[in-house]
């Protein structure tokens, strides 16, 4: 990223110079990876800030151009950012219909089916959960939209990086993601948008008619340089890596398990992110254990609604009750995470869990009852 801050500094949008050639160079250089990395053409890749805009940028902006009353489709389990964007549809005319999973966090196929209307538009359908790892079947929810010629969308900003994706192959009309997810700099992200719906996408910022008049503004150069040099470096270790983390994962989950009684994995057991692990410990609150082992990274769900001491609407959705909801913490597992961690992480939560629930004055009769 550093020469893009300094001595390549021209705009990819000048053409009459040099330095602006430069600088596009290394904007397409990166839409290139961005566009192998989910096998899309590189003119289908649109640069955005983000997953959240992208998002936006889709959901929206089909949605503007065919008006309402259509109808969206959504699951429970979505992130916030397709979440609120639909429930900002919803209040200007939108029809929104959002679909329940199962206690895995995954969605059932004939639900989908029986969901869709004649003025169905889209569906969205997030390809692996932020907080519990789920990794549905996108290909089976592609072909159903595709043969009904409805729009769908998955929100990819888990997974790009992380697994293997092939969007012409799951028959994804369109996916979102961001660069901070593999280890690019926060701030940048993109969508893809298959060149058959690029004409039906209102845009919602005007001016320049950048990216292919989807995204006008200025490009931000070092972010997208750097993007794709993340990405570049995340899919030629996918496989080695993902095998590790996987590795560390199930070796953290069983000793979890294993010392702490009561004890609850959420999401499903197979089909999850390698690095993701999400479980709930009976009566020993989520923020209390976050608070005493403060010199680990963990979390009570995502990190976009930490502020938030809402109960998460992802482990609602998959039937936890309240207090297991407020039980549970999340594990992130990724490139710098070593063995020697592991197993730090697994004494520590151990002994925290201990600590809690000795001082909690519900765990005795919980414990006397069982």
Not at 245 to 267: D, K
Request: one cysteine or more; charged letters at 25%; a neutral charge.
């Amino acid at each position: 990223m550093l020469p893009y801050f300094s001595r390549i500094y021209g705009n990819p949008a000048s053409r009459n110079h040099s330095f602006g050639w430069e600088a596009k160079a290394a904007v397409e250089e990166a839409r290139e990876i961005c566009a192998r990395a989910v096998n899309v053409h590189e003119k289908e890749v649109v640069f955005t800030s983000g997953a959240t805009e992208a998002v936006n940028l889709v959901l929206k902006g089909i949605a503007a151009r065919h008006g309402a009353p259509a109808h969206l489709i959504a699951t429970a389990v979505e992130h916030r950012a397709v979440l609120d964007t639909l429930c900002a549809l919803e209040a200007r005319g939108f029809s929104v219909t959002i679909l329940p999973v199962d206690p895995d966090g995954r969605l059932d196929p004939d639900k989908l089916q029986e969901a869709i209307r004649p003025e169905t538009l889209l569906v969205s359908v997030i390809m692996a959960n932020n907080e519990i790892g789920t990794i549905n079947d996108i290909a089976v929810f592609g072909s159903i939209c595709r043969e009904r010629g409805i729009f769908f969308h998955t929100d990819a900003a888990q997974a790009v990086g992380k697994i293997p994706i092939d969007a012409e192959a799951l028959k994804i009309d369109s996916l979102s993601a961001s660069a901070h997810k593999f280890y690019g700099p926060k701030g940048a992200g993109f969508c893809t948008i298959r060149k058959e719906f690029a004409d039906k996408i209102e845009p919602l910022m005007h001016g320049g008619g950048h990216e292919r008049g989807l995204r006008s503004g200025t490009l931000n150069v070092p972010a997208i340089a750097g993007m794709g040099a993340a990405l570049r470096i995340a899919l030629s270790e996918l496989e080695s890596e993902s095998a590790r983390l996987v590795r560390m994962r199930e070796h953290l989950r069983s000793e979890l398990m294993r010392r702490i009684p009561h004890a609850r994995l959420n999401g499903h057991p197979d089909r999850r992110l390698p690095g993701n692990l999400n479980m709930s410990f009976a009566h020993a609150e989520g923020e209390a254990l976050l608070i005493s082992l403060h010199d680990i990274a963990l979390s009570t769900g995502s990190a976009c609604t930490s502020a938030s001491l809402k109960p998460s609407h992802v482990l609602k959705a998959i039937g936890l009750p309240d207090e297991m909801v407020h039980a549970s913490i999340r594990f992130g597992l990724g490139r710098a995470t070593s063995d020697e961690e592991i197993d730090y992480v697994i004494r520590r939560v151990t002994e925290e869990v201990a600590r809690l629930r000795d001082l909690s004055p519900h765990y005795e009769k919980f414990r006397a009852a069982v």
